[in-house]
């Protein structure tokens, strides 16, 4: 029926759709903006003739020919000159009807014209690919146009040459040959499109066209329309294989928004959110809703919400101040922290769970890998892909070493800078961390600091908002209660403990509280700046160089903000400042700090040395250099025995102090039981 309906010449067709307002208006304007291409959106073209618009999905290599000519024949009209400049209009289709899940793509699809959407974690820098091969005879000297199609460069079989006709050899001439720019991208499905427990799968796409390269880029979401095509990988030697690999030849691609796409709450969800936002109780509830199957922790699952909802971002003219929080769970080993995190990454919308090693090449951040084909790919890592979510972080002191550097720009710039391999590219990943680490020790020793207890390096500890110390300590009344909600959980195999608010209002709710933007109140920026000023005053007169920092306050603001959020506040209120100082000083506490004194020496948690730790650091080490100014070398026990006697600091103190600069690299042991200063 459809056929009979394209009777009609569809280049004309097409020409007729172009004559609509819109698109002549489109037409007009290519000359404007040098385009060569002309975009056409499939609804209006469905809208305009079903059976054509048929035509192109199931036969897009000729119909989206017929597309190009017709719009270039309405162009001729329009603006005869610019017509005679291009040659020839690209038809980009953009917004098909519906959109095929990529892990469903087969030989159903092959050669139709189709959609999908991903993200991209892979992209290649643009190449050139050769469109028309220019071939010299060397035998006649004629020049051999061969079109290219598919992977390999292809020569002539014979010589154009009608006095010639041999089967060459021929000579590749770049200068004469025509090129258009390439690019090849992998796109991964998203999370929101995963069944709960798979993998996700990739594809692979390929763009061809300058103007459709270098759209997208590693961790953007995409939504590309192309044909489905299958090639035969070559073995070496043997031939190609009988299994065909899929691959998406891009017609169009566009960038989709960052907002992670949970359905709008329906009236009724809405209404359940005001009400929940109502109750006096709502902190509470929503804390008490987070992995209730988990026992006790209430302040880190009271963390936990305030990073689901974040802070607000500040763009100002000159800087971004990032709205994300990222949290740090430092624990013993079996104290639920992997089973917290894996929590966290079900229910915020775009949440991702990750090793420190990550799963892939790429790592936490992003990295420059090698392509089969000896070309370079930049690819995204979990931060970038987790962009404007959440990312899970477990066993983070396990990061590769390549990231131990990156991260610090991605944690507080929330960027990715990469310059590699030829590839220069800078990635968004405002993304909120939270990530778990096992004591270096194995088990938290207390009377260490932070920084001694995690193998990460301060400069990384300090771009968490929060830090929290989980130790498994036997204790009668605890471990009484514990077990017995464990028990419970194995015996019934349901929680002994219900949610308040189930998951999926949960996750509504945070999606939609996202769109508010509290501002501080007076009387919150009051409790927010008298807290920091009395914990500045307290350390200056402590004589202690910086006791509490600008970071800490920023923290405070963005907890303050995101409790507001919990309760769509678009205030916050005094209220929510003093629940952002109490949680602050029990992290700061946790991680080793009395503050009963008000007295917090950051450097004792930040530098892993409080004040009088680094006098004696600095002592030792001035010992050390007045003693080598003696013996050139100094021995380890003539230091140890003079620290001792002359400075009244304890062997064992001596002992510990020692490793710690051998560790860090401050002094280094030319040959056994001797020391020298780096
Ligand atoms: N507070 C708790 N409430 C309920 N279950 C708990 C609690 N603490 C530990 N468990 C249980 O103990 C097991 C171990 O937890 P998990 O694997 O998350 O530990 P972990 O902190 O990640 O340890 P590791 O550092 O060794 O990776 C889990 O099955 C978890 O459910
Ligand atoms: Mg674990
Ligand atoms: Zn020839």
Redo the contacts with the bound molecule.
């Keep these: 029926m459809a056929n009979e309906q394209v009777a009609v010449d569809p280049q004309q067709r097409f020409q007729e759709f172009f004559k609509k307002e819109k698109y002549r208006q489109r037409i007009a304007q290519l000359a404007i903006t040098g385009r060569g291409s002309i975009t056409i959106d499939f609804e209006e073209l469905y809208g305009f003739d079903q059976a054509l618009a048929e035509q192109l999905l199931n036969k897009p290599g000729e119909y989206l020919q017929h597309a190009g000519k017709g719009a270039y024949e309405q162009l001729r009209i329009e603006d005869a000159e610019y017509a005679e400049k291009i040659e020839k209009i690209n038809a980009r289709i953009v917004k098909l009807l519906g959109k095929e899940q990529l892990r469903k793509l087969g030989s159903r699809q092959m050669a139709k014209l189709i959609m999908v959407e991903g993200i991209v974690v892979r992209a290649t820098s643009v190449r050139p690919m050769v469109l028309q091969a220019a071939f010299k005879c060397k035998r006649c000297g004629t020049m051999n146009m061969e079109e290219q199609t598919g992977q390999f460069l292809k020569a002539p079989a014979i010589c154009q040459a009608p006095d010639c006709g041999r089967d060459g050899p021929f000579e590749f001439i770049q200068e004469e040959s025509t090129f258009i720019d390439s690019q090849d991208l992998r796109l991964q499905e998203k999370p929101e499109d995963l069944p709960p427990g798979q993998l996700p799968r990739t594809l692979a796409v390929k763009l061809v066209g300058d103007d459709i390269v270098d759209v997208a880029r590693p961790g953007d979401h995409v939504s590309i329309v192309g044909i489905v095509r299958a090639f035969a990988p070559s073995l070496m030697g043997m031939g190609k294989l009988r299994t065909f690999i899929l691959q998406l030849d891009a017609n169009s691609a566009e960038v989709l928004g960052k907002e992670p796409e949970t359905s709008p709450p329906t009236p009724e969800e809405e209404e359940k959110i005001h009400a929940l936002s109502k109750d006096p109780w709502v902190h509470r509830k929503i804390t008490s809703s987070i992995a209730p199957?988990?026992?006790?922790?209430e302040h880190i699952k009271e963390a936990i919400m305030y990073l689901l909802f974040g802070g607000v971002a500040k763009s100002l003219p000159d800087i971004n101040i990032r709205g994300e929080m990222n949290a740090l769970?430092i624990?013993?080993?079996?104290?639920?922290?992997?089973?917290?995190?894996?929590y966290v990454a079900r229910i915020a919308p775009r949440g991702l769970y990750t090793s420190g090693r990550g799963t892939t090449a790429a790592g936490l951040t992003a990295a420059v890998v090698r392509e089969k084909g000896g070309s370079m790919s930049l690819e995204a890592g979990a931060l970038v892909l987790a962009d404007k979510g959440i990312a899970c972080i477990?066993?983070m002191d396990k990061m590769r070493p390549e990231d131990r550097v990156a991260i610090h720009e991605a944690m507080e710039q929330h960027t990715v800078s990469v310059a590699k391999g030829g590839i220069v590219a800078t990635l968004n990943a405002r993304t909120a961390v939270l990530a778990?680490a096992?004591p270096s020790l194995g088990r938290y020793e207390p009377n260490r600091t932070v920084a001694e207890n995690v193998p990460l390096p301060v400069t990384i500890l300090s771009r968490f908002d929060l830090i929290f110390v989980?130790r498994?300590v036997p204790n009668k009344e605890a471990d009484g209660k514990?077990s017995q909600?464990?028990l419970e959980?194995h015996r019934r195999g349901v929680s002994p403990v219900e949610a308040p608010v189930d998951a999926e209002l949960l996750r509504k709710y945070v999606g939609y509280a996202k769109g508010i933007k509290p501002v501080l109140s007076t009387e919150a920026i009051k409790r927010l700046s008298d807290f920091y000023l009395a914990m500045r005053a307290a350390s200056e007169t402590e004589g202690s160089p910086v006791a509490i920092t600008a970071r800490q306050l920023e923290s405070l603001v963005r907890i303050s903000e995101a409790r507001a959020r919990v309760a769509l506040r678009k205030e916050v209120t005094g209220e929510d400042a003093e629940a952002a100082i109490v949680i602050m000083k029990r992290s700061l506490e946790e991680v080793g700090i009395d503050l009963s004194s008000y007295k917090v020496d950051i450097d004792l948690i930040m530098t892993g040395r409080s004040k009088s730790i680094r006098d004696r650091l600095s002592i030792i080490l001035s010992v050390l250099m007045d003693m080598e100014k003696v013996t050139g070398i100094v021995e380890k026990d003539a230091l140890v025995n003079e620290l001792e006697t002359t400075h009244k600091i304890p062997r064992a103190e001596v002992e510990r102090m020692i490793s710690q600069l051998l560790r860090e690299g401050t002094i280094y042991e030319p040959r056994e039981g001797c020391l020298k200063k780096t």
């Design positions: 199957s988990i026992f006790g922790y769970l624990g013993d080993p079996g104290t639920a922290k992997s089973q917290l995190l894996q477990d066993e778990a096992n989980l498994d514990m909600h464990i959980i």
